[in-house]
């Protein structure tokens, strides 16, 4: 008799124990959720800050460094500079160009990283936009001792897209290229379309990478050497206009980067 109370006094227990656990489980599961909830209100907060004091620095710093600009370009134009003196001048000038270049990179990321950037729709030429980036960049390419070029598949439709965006991504990925270029060795920019995406390519003569690095930017940018704020930008660019970018090696040596952007590009 005993031991049949013993059993169903055990039987009895053992559905409440049950209860109880899937009851602690729960409580505990929403309080995990509670804290992580928490965790990322915290982290959001600390990126609007960061990408907030990024704006503003980009904004204090310009004012200067366009005098800046604007005094060495007033400096070069005397006729009357010694060699060396046009030399100190030239240096001043490219360095402000690049810290305000890096300026404007700042308030670029900190845009899209607080979804404040947006595509702004107009029609272009694809070509003339090579052609406008590679003029840009001819001095830079020069110094490092490699050729630069483009050409286009026939003649292509204008492109309903946003020039700045694509500006900025071919820019950064020219630059790149240029970069892991080995002295006398050649960039150039290909674009050409299928009816429903245009597809540029850039290719270099630089060092073949390693498979397991296609589509990891960060691990290019450090065999490059080149600006990892320039192509995480064109790496948001590249999503924002709805394209897609791949990367192959080609032979015998020589890196191949495929862009394919679609003719109209998504609304955000």
């Not at 001819?138 to 286009?152: E, M, S």
């Not at 500006?167 to 240029?178: P, S």
């Not at 002295?183 to 674009?191: D, F, L, Q, S």
């Not at 995480?232 to 020589?254: K, Y």
Request: with cysteine; aromatic share 4%; hydrophobic share 35%.
């Amino acid at each position: 008799m005993q031991s049949s109370t013993q059993a169903s006094s055990a039987s009895g227990a053992s559905p409440k124990t049950e209860k109880d656990r899937k009851q602690s489980s729960a409580e505990s599961l929403a309080r995990r959720n509670a804290e992580l909830n928490e965790a990322n209100g915290r982290l959001q907060q600390l990126v609007e800050y960061r990408s907030a004091f990024l704006a503003h620095l980009a904004h204090e710093l310009r004012t200067p460094l366009t005098s800046i600009l604007g005094f060495s370009e007033i400096m070069l134009s005397q006729e009357k500079l010694t060699e060396a003196q046009r030399g100190f001048c030239e240096r001043i000038q490219n360095s402000a160009q690049q810290l305000q270049g890096s300026l404007n990179q700042l308030a670029d990321l900190s845009r899209l990283e607080t979804g404040r950037s947006q595509l702004q729709r107009e029609e272009f030429s694809l070509a003339d936009l090579l052609r406008e980036l590679c003029a840009s960049l001819a001095r830079h390419a020069q110094k490092q001792n490699v050729g630069l070029d483009f050409q286009t598949a026939g003649t292509l439709p204008r492109i309903n897209s946003d020039r700045n965006k694509l500006h900025q991504v071919l820019d950064n990925l020219l630059n790149f290229a240029i970069a892991r270029s080995p002295n006398g060795a050649r960039v150039w920019a290909e674009a050409g379309n299928d009816g429903n995406n245009y597809l540029i390519k850039i290719e270099d003569e630089g060092e073949p990478i390693d498979p397991t690095a296609f589509g990891d930017l960060s691990l290019l940018i450090r065999k490059s050497g080149s600006s990892e704020l320039g192509l995480a930008i064109a790496r948001h660019n590249i999503e924002l206009l709805g394209a897609t970018l791949s990367t192959q090696n080609r032979e015998p040596r020589g890196l191949q980067i495929s862009i394919r952007l679609p003719t109209t590009p998504p609304d955000i």
